[in-house]
């Protein structure tokens, strides 16, 4: 079983919309990494936080260690940000364990 | 920069065949890896290197050797094709082992019949 629960696993959104992906994970880590695939299949790395928040544009990426959850969220969403975005937990000896992706989708 | 370059970009083999994915960083990166992923899952580690001449197995090695015999490069070699290698594999590399940025490479789309 994927350590790593990502939520939803799909999402719709509006054009403009505020965007929360959730990330749970399972064990103590070094860091918490957030990655975005685009149609096409290229990945692209976002994030890597190991407390707190970070922040990028539009993009806020958030991590609570005690409750082992990391959040990122998107705002004034447009549809150039339809990809599939990748949570993945980063554990000491640096193993990437990955999240199945959420699959998200802006409409105009 | 080029960054992580791999090819190629599609390849189709026959099963039993063998063939070798390149994969090239131009950032002087000491940490490179090799993963596959699949409709469901998420990427998995397939091997990985923490520098020239050092290699190890990761989650799904079986099938697959890999070599690094210069910073830049670090190829992944299927054997022999199995259908169940039908993937598509990415090649990343970054400044250190822990704790740093990751860097794909485009993916190359394998698909073995």
């Known amino acids: 079983k994927n350590e790593v629960e990502q939520s939803p696993q799909n999402l719709t959104a509006q054009e403009g919309e505020f965007i929360t992906i959730n990330c749970s994970y399972s064990?103590?880590?070094?860091?918490l990494h957030w990655l975005q695939q685009h149609p096409g299949g290229g990945i692209v790395s976002l994030f890597m936080?190991?407390?707190g928040k970070k922040k990028h544009g539009r993009l806020i990426a958030t991590i609570n260690i005690q409750e082992k959850h990391s959040s990122l969220h998107i705002t004034a969403s447009h549809p150039r940000d339809s990809a599939v975005y990748i949570c993945?937990?980063?554990?000491?000896?640096?193993?990437?364990?990955f999240g199945e992706g959420t699959q998200l989708t802006v409409n105009p | 920069n080029a960054g992580v370059t791999q090819t190629p970009k599609f390849q189709v083999l026959k099963t039993g065949q063998s063939m070798t994915l390149q994969c090239a960083q131009d950032m002087n990166h000491e940490y490179m890896s090799w993963y596959r992923q699949d409709p469901g899952m998420g990427l998995r580690l397939i091997h990985y290197?923490?520098?020239?001449?050092?290699?190890d197995q990761g989650e799904v090695p079986n099938g697959y050797n890999v070599s690094r015999s210069t910073t830049e490069d670090f190829p992944l070699r299927l054997l022999s094709a199995a259908p169940s290698q039908t993937s598509v594999y990415f090649c990343?590399?970054?400044?250190?082992?822990?704790?740093?940025?990751?860097?794909f490479g485009q993916g190359t789309r394998l698909t073995v019949v």
């Open positions: 993945a937990e980063e554990t000491s000896g640096s193993r990437l364990t």
């Open positions: 936080l190991s407390s």
């Open positions: 990343a590399s970054s400044r250190s082992r822990v704790n740093t940025e990751a860097f």
């Open positions: 290197s923490v520098g020239a001449g050092i290699t």
């Open positions: 064990v103590g880590i070094s860091a």
